[in-house]
């Protein structure tokens, strides 16, 4: 892990770019102190992953699975002097975090986010702390005290969310002792990342899909929808699918790699029905996977364009990510549509499917009325993967960002009521 000296350590084209645009005018100086002052930190903790890094960076500075592993040590094998008495109290558990956690046999493997929503549960809670404890201190090599946070939530401005956000602002002050903090909703700042601040933004990650409209860099709570269809489901399938040819269910992540390698959405014919069974015309590489014990296996039309299917729904009635998007469009005023279908915006780490947006397109065009099929534009940009994090440390580079932030003493003013106050203050 990359240790961060100084605010500008890391930066790429994206930053200096960036900081050009924001630079403009007569407030060169001013902007400079306020960017050069202080560094955020910027959290996007996915089902899947958590992303983590510094505002103003073009990407995150790690990448890592939202896992905890505990695994018991036997101390007593290692000192056999000891007395055979004592062994039952030598035992001791080892904490694991990120890739190294899901590589431990035997271990207790927690993720204490699910479908995109932090776990409340005690054991869940322990975990993402010692998580974030691990992701400040030794990922990204920072003293934890007195430096601001911004985090990237999935979940909409509302009642479900106020108890989750409320622990996190807890956890974020008393023990990471952060200096602010700043929590909004991923889909905002993945749309922020393309320089909108209006359209509707189609996110699918690990454990959900969302359709969400955001009008003017707000997400609108009563018109988003979401399916408990994403990433993991689509593994899920071709593992299934490919124990048939493999003859033993294979081990998730090398299913997982199979996905990210071979698969991707497929067409729709004249009729709206994907072509599944049409001819396949990929060459022996493109269908070509390396299993970890180097065989080299060829993957079937079948599982290459067929696991990702349940994204649009197999079955009428069943959730479908055109559908989710046709409820959130039909939600809003008849107004605000033409500026949502102009401007769909696909992101997370199950967008990167090759294929994806144009079949999205397809069906959208298929199902919305005449004046609004016409204009329909999906956005799909090259760091969709990161969309979210992205457009949190762009947003954690303005000075706008101290003016949102919950800041150290309006926590210790408010600890009566953490939950108005993070109501009033998180967005």
Same mark, same amino acid.
């Given at each position: 892990s990359r240790k961060h000296s100084g605010p500008q350590a890391g930066r790429g084209p994206f930053w200096r770019s960036h900081q050009g645009v924001r630079m403009e005018g007569g407030g060169r100086m001013e902007l400079e102190c306020t960017m050069d002052e202080q560094d955020v930190v910027v959290l996007d903790g996915g089902s899947g992953y958590l992303k983590v890094g510094f505002s103003g960076e073009d990407a995150p500075r790690a990448v890592l699975p939202t896992a905890m592993a505990t695994t018991m040590v036997d101390e007593s094998r290692e000192e056999e002097s000891q007395a055979v008495s004592d062994s039952a109290s030598q035992k001791k558990s080892q904490l694991f975090y990120g890739e190294e956690a899901l590589m431990q046999p035997n271990a207790v493997i927690t993720r204490p986010v699910q479908r995109g929503e932090i776990q409340l549960t005690s054991t869940e809670k322990d975990a993402l702390e010692s998580l974030w404890e691990h992701t400040f201190r030794n990922v990204l090599g920072v003293e934890q005290e007195d430096l601001p946070c911004l985090i990237a939530d999935t979940m909409p401005l509302g009642q479900a969310s106020y108890a989750a956000r409320q622990w996190v602002a807890e956890v974020m002050f008393e023990k990471i002792k952060v200096k602010s903090l700043a929590i909004f909703n991923t889909a905002a700042l993945s749309l922020f990342s393309t320089g909108r601040t209006r359209g509707l933004v189609v996110e699918s990650g690990e454990g959900i899909t969302q359709a969400v409209p955001v009008f003017e860099g707000y997400a609108i709570p009563h018109a988003i929808f979401k399916m408990r269809v994403a990433g993991q489901d689509i593994t899920n399938r071709v593992q299934q699918m490919m124990a048939d040819q493999l003859g033993e269910t294979a081990n998730y992540r090398t299913m997982q790699a199979l996905k990210e390698k071979v698969c991707s959405a497929s067409d729709v014919g004249s009729g709206g029905h994907p072509l599944l069974d049409s001819m396949d015309p990929s060459d022996e590489e493109s269908k070509s996977f390396e299993l970890p014990d180097g065989k080299i296996i060829q993957v079937s039309q079948k599982v290459r364009l067929g696991a990702p299917e349940i994204l649009f729904g197999g079955v009428d009635g069943e959730a479908s990510m055109q559908k989710i998007c046709m409820d959130a469009i039909n939600t809003v005023d008849l107004d605000f549509r033409q500026d949502l279908v102009k401007s769909v915006v696909v992101a997370g780490g199950t967008s990167m499917l090759p294929n994806l947006s144009p079949r999205l397109r397809n069906e959208l065009t298929n199902l919305l009325p005449m004046e609004l099929s016409r204009t329909v534009e999906v956005v799909s940009d090259s760091q969709r993967r990161y969309a979210a994090w992205i457009g949190g440390?762009?947003?954690? @580079? #303005?000075?706008?960002?101290?003016?949102?932030?919950?800041?150290?003493?309006?926590?210790?003013?408010?600890?009566?009521?953490?939950? @108005? #106050?993070?109501?009033r203050k998180t967005f």
């Open positions: 440390s762009m947003f954690a @580079s #303005l000075s706008t960002f101290d003016q949102v932030a919950i800041t150290k003493q309006d926590y210790e003013d408010g600890k009566a009521d953490v939950r @108005s #106050l993070v109501a």
